[in-house]
């Protein structure tokens, strides 16, 4: 089966490019996230609509490089659109990005409707950048997508520390001497980068979930960032590569997004710590070390062993938990150890 799907030459670049897009998106969805600015990703993606479109009218061409540099137009324009909304008004940035979003998509569907009788097969590829069209991937849009994840690392990896200061403290970062003008600049050009180079596969509409998915199931992981940038990367990759191979008789996008999503759903059930699964197991161990070791407790706090029963006194003391000297009880530092580890929350089953 695998050999089969796999010897197909359009099939191979739809995997190419749905995991390369994975990839850069996981990447830079990690860093929207810990920013709180999730919904930018949207707005931006929905605001590339209108540039392809407009791009095509004044050109005639629904090429690759064509419709990438209307899009790239848009959405920087939409993102310096938010930044004067913001600083000249009272309106809320969700408020702000709800605006932006619905009002540049709205007028990329009225563009759209406009040239419906003189786009002719035009038509049909500047309507694959609502929903998607993996399958209309070329060896130049790899290309493409290549060029964007080179950029990305060597950027990444040039401001690594710059960033991870940046985004977890700010006024820190400026007090140093260094302008978050710069950073927030990179971030955003990033950004802009990622959500044009996955319209075409995913679509303007979806490409916010393969945006942030893989970065929030990346958070449900860990807490450092460069395991949250290499898992947020995995999920996105795997996500691009299962939505491809199972999506091949149905619209790849939309199976992506399942796919991401899913990671998503499992990692609030399963992921160490933060899931829910995980939660109640932690919850019934931690239920079960104090009873277990509620006379070592009870010790700990009182100093007295008059209250503990004699089969759990025997118990504690077999562990080697306590010391015995003429019949006088002490903890050992063992005992200490697991007394402050139950109090800790950490759970362990001796």
Same mark, same amino acid.
């Given at each position: 089966m695998w050999a089969e799907i796999l010897s197909s030459y359009t099939v191979r670049i739809v995997l190419m490019g749905t995991v390369l897009l994975g990839i850069v998106g996981g990447i830079i969805g990690v860093f929207l996230t810990l920013k709180k600015q999730s919904l930018v990703g949207d707005a931006l993606s929905h605001s590339a609509l209108p540039g392809v479109v407009l791009a095509y009218i004044i050109t005639q061409r629904s090429t690759l490089f064509v419709s990438v540099i209307g899009a790239i137009l848009a959405s920087v324009f939409a993102l310096y659109l938010m930044n004067i909304i913001k600083k000249y008004s009272k309106? &809320?940035?969700? $408020?702000?990005l $709800?605006?932006? %979003?619905?009002?540049?998509?709205g007028f990329g569907q009225v563009l759209l409707s406009i040239i419906r009788d003189t786009a002719g097969q035009d038509q049909a590829r500047l309507n694959t950048f609502i929903f998607g069209q993996a399958a209309t991937m070329s060896i130049q849009d790899i290309i493409f997508l290549v060029i964007i994840l080179t950029v990305v690392l060597i950027l990444v990896l040039m401001f690594w520390r710059h960033i991870k200061i940046f985004i977890f403290n700010r006024e820190f970062y400026q007090s140093l001497g260094f302008s978050g003008k710069l950073i927030n600049v990179i971030l955003n050009a990033l950004v802009v980068l990622v959500v044009v180079s996955g319209i075409q596969t995913v679509g303007v509409i979806l490409m916010s979930a393969l945006l942030i998915a893989p970065g929030v199931a +990346?958070? %449900? /992981?860990?807490?450092?960032?460069?395991?949250?940038?290499?898992? +947020? +990367?995995? @999920?996105? +990759?795997?996500?691009? @590569?299962?939505?491809?191979i199972f999506g091949l008789d149905m619209a790849t996008g939309p199976v992506i997004v399942i796919f991401v999503t899913s990671i998503v759903i499992l990692s609030l059930l @399963? $992921?160490? &710590?933060?899931?829910?699964? /995980?939660s109640k197991i932690a919850e019934r161990i931690h239920k079960y070390?104090?009873? &277990?070791?509620?006379?070592?407790?009870?010790? @700990?706090e009182t100093g007295t062993i008059d209250e503990i029963p004699k089969e759990s006194l025997d118990f504690l003391v077999e562990k080697g938990f306590f010391?015995?000297?003429n019949e006088v009880y002490d903890l050992t530092p063992r005992g200490k150890d697991k007394v402050y580890s139950i109090m800790a929350g950490e759970f362990k089953w001796i």
């Open positions: 309106i &809320k940035n969700d $408020a702000i $709800a605006i932006i %979003l619905s009002g540049f998509f +990346a958070r %449900l /992981w860990s807490n450092r960032l460069g395991i949250n940038v290499i898992l +947020a +990367a995995f @999920f996105g +990759a795997i996500s691009g @590569f299962l939505g491809t @399963f $992921a160490p &710590k933060s899931g829910f699964i /995980w070390q104090i009873n &277990k070791y509620h006379g070592l407790i009870h010790f @700990f010391n015995i000297e």
